[in-house]
């Protein structure tokens, strides 16, 4: 539960990283994005999926939590920039359960998939270059799943556009 109070830190700021800057992306190797990329979740309604389904256009795979304010904060600007951006595949993994998921849909509307990856994904975010396991954390993907951005804490919705206005 200590893990979690750190998560919720206030200010921790947004920080983009750029493919091609090794100290950046380059800390996640490609046995942990096949591992993302196979691992098989359910979305809300019970309907298995896993990542490599959405890497047919670009992906924004953001990791969130019911129980994580800025995550919750975030979504509107996520799914105004899926509803703006057809040609880019937005995800949801929740680091949480379907049951406080569903009670959180019924709250909080958004128009992309969510899926119920469980408190495991906090060990996947780690092997995926987020060594605190602080939410949100986005991974953003060129078509076919190339690494291209990491972003640790809430997304800033213009910097945001801006990275896919480039893929």
């Not at 092997?127 to 605190?132: D, P």
């Amino acid at each position: 539960m200590a893990g979690g109070v750190l998560l919720l830190l206030p200010g921790i700021k947004a920080l983009a990283m750029q493919a091609g800057s090794s100290s950046e992306i380059g800390d996640v190797s490609q046995e942990a994005l096949d591992a993302l990329f196979d691992l098989s979740v359910p979305d809300i309604s019970g309907q298995a999926h896993t990542v490599r389904e959405y890497t047919n256009k670009p992906l924004v795979l953001n990791f969130w939590a019911t129980w994580c304010p800025p995550c919750v904060k975030e979504m509107p600007d996520l799914d105004a920039l899926h509803q703006a951006y057809p040609n880019v595949n937005f995800v949801g993994f929740a680091a949480d359960s379907e049951r406080n998921m569903l009670k959180f849909e019924e709250k909080v509307k958004v128009s992309y998939p969510l899926l119920v990856a469980g408190m495991g994904s906090i060990g996947l975010m780690k092997k995926l270059g987020n060594k605190s396991g602080g939410l949100p954390f986005t991974l953003v993907f060129d078509t076919g799943g190339k690494l291209r951005y990491k972003i640790l804490g809430q997304v800033e919705k213009d910097e945001l556009e801006q990275i896919l206005k480039t893929l």
